[in-house]
Structure formats: C-alpha cells, structure tokens
C-alpha cells in the first residue's frame, strides 16, 4: 500500500516523508506502533491491494480529504519527480563523458590525433539534460574522487559553465562554444609531468611556470583542428586569466576577457575550491560562494559572480544541512521560486543514526509550513564535519 497521510504531523514519526510505500511486515508493524490509521492511495498502491482495504470512515468529508491530500501530494512532488527521471538520463551522459574525457587525456598523453566531433555531441546533450532539469546534473557534479581529479574537473565546469549560461540567457550557438570551451578547458595539463601536477607540496617557481605552461598547451593543441571556433580557444588560453591583470599566460585586464572566458573562469575556481585535491581538502558549496563573493571585482567580474551566486543559490545542489527537527540531509533540486525550501536528501536521523536508504523530503510542500509540524533548514554543516562521502551518496542516488 501506499501511505499518503497519517493520523499525525509526518515529524512526530521516524518516517519523515510526505507519502511512504509499505514494502515490508517490518513497515507495517512501525505505522502500526506510530498510528491509529493512515490514509492510502489506491492510485499508488498495488491492484491487487485496493479491494482489501477497509475504510473506518465512509463519510464524503473523508474521501475528500483522502482526494485533496493526494493532489497536493502530486503537486508537490511533480519537481522531485521530473529530477529524479532526468538525473537516470545525466547519468548516462555523464558516464560517456567520463569515458571521452579520459580517452581525450590519454591521447593528449600519447601525441594521438583528438577526437573533438565527440565533445560537440556529449556538450548538446549536457546543455538539452540542463535545459529538462539544470538541478540533475549538477547534483553529479558531486560525484568526485580526489585521485581522479583533472577528467572530473573537466565535466564539473562544463556542467556548470552550462548552467550558468542558461540563466543569463545565452543562444544555443554560444552555449555550444561555451561548454566546448569549458569541457577542454584543461587538456593542456597532460603535457605537464604527473608528479609536478600531484604534488603534494608546495610548488617551486619552476614548477609553477610548468603548471602554468597547460592553458598555452592546449590552445596549440586544439587550433590544430581547423574547425575549432575562435571562442572555444580563447577559453583554453585565457580561463586563468583575472580582470585586475594579474593571471596568465598574456596578463589581460578588464574587458580584454570575454564573457564565455569569465563565465568558465568563475565555474573553475568553484569547482576546485570544492573540490578534495592531492594537497587540500574541498570547501562546502556556501563557503565557497562567499569567498568567490569576496574575491569579486579584483579576480572577476563582480556582477558576473553576483549572478552565479543567484544562479547556484541560497543553498547550492549538493550542501549538505540539519534541519530544526535535528535530522540531517543533503540539498539534490530547488525550484527558483522555492530556493529556502528545496528537496533534501535525508541521509541522518534525529539521533545520529544513518538511514540505510536516503529518503527524499519536499520541504516547499504545504504539509512542512503548518505551525504545528513546521520543518525548515536550520544551517548548513560540513560533509566533513559529519564524515560522509559525498561521492558515494551522489552515486547511489544517481543510480536509482
């Protein structure tokens, strides 16, 4: 059966979800301590459930409440629904991206001629997912491995640079240029020596200037291929570039860097700062933001990372909060109209306890505002802090 509504607030319960599938004897004998009754959705629950369920209450004020509480379930649970059938979609994009961007390095490796007719195809099918559901495939953006960082990194700014171009409003030919640009972005990197790339330490001058010497190495790579537009090179040469004249490799100012190579210069710097490296540990989402904040108007456009801010929002895909009621979860869609009330993945209990299956919880549903089951995000708390592996979870939920 399916349990759209109990006889008390959904807080006062370990289940915390508005709508529960009972699977097992254990689910039932856990209402059966928990309620006096529940009410079930015949249209959810199996057929051949419907013609046993006993109805303790036949009055019409009964069936339509049961009616009510269902429409409104379906209502606020049509966003969950739409991220949860797209990300199965980004799943499968990102997994063959994943596998190009890996060939892509080892032949940059090699010397071998690049495949770049590929990267155009997986860049229009990222850009249509974000175009269904941005929130899909920015929650794989999470799925990172500190030792597998560079062909990671390079699908995370493509996602986001995507992302971020679809809300100021970029045509679809400038998108194209823009995620091409973003998803090569570093190919220059695997002709810089591995052990340079993953040291540990500090880097020496010399070392440094090598490291600096992979945005040169691609644009040499890539104007190779003759079709390669202009603003997809500029972006591999310029994305280290910052408007106060202080990056590299041509110390260009201002308005010297395009918009496409600020938008993925912006993306870049998030995702690294996030991201757990050989020699640092990531930051979470808002503490990034806030100093990507700070650092605007030296480093990057100011408005241009204002607008970034608003983009990834309040809470961005992937912050990890406690809610009032103590449980803790992990932020997977937002509407733009509900961005402090987004879905969270519940991940632990009120006592401490991790859920061995993460449920979904729509804090925008009207069931969570009611004074006296009100739910809402106290603050946000460290993946660190609370020693889970983001990585793992983004997967499992992916694979759903």
Known sequence: MYVSELDRPWTETPFLLQGVLIESGEDIAEFRRQCNYVYIDVERSREVIAPKLVTLDSKSQTETRTKSSYLSVKAA????????????????????ARGYIDKLLDDVRLGNSLDTDTARELVGEMA????RSPNAMLWLTHMKKRDEYTSIHCMNVCILALTFGRTLGLDKEQLDKLGLGALLHDIGKMQV?????NK???????EFEMVKSHSMNGYNLLRQKKDM????????????ERINGRGYPQALSGDLIDQLTQITSIVDVYDAITS?????DGIAPYEALKNMFDWAGE???????EKFIKCLGIYPI??????NTGHVGIVVSASEKARLRPIILVVISRSGKRYSVPRLLNLAHPQWSKKENLLEIKHIVSSHEMDLDMHQIAANQAVM
């Open 77 to 96: 649970e049509h966003e969950q629904d739409i991220f949860r059938k797209e990300l199965q979609v980004a799943r499968k994009i990102h997994v063959r």
């Open 128 to 131: 249509e997912s974000i175009s």
């Open 193 to 197: 020596p591995l052990e340079i790339l």
């Open 200 to 206: 540990p330490g500090r880097l020496t001058e010399e």
């Open 229 to 240: 537009p202009t603003e997809v090179l500029e972006i591999v040469r310029s994305h280290h």
């Open 276 to 280: 757990d490296r050989c020699y640092h």
């Open 299 to 305: 480093n990057f456009d100011a408005e241009l990372v």
């Open 318 to 323: 992937g912050s990890m909060v406690e809610l």
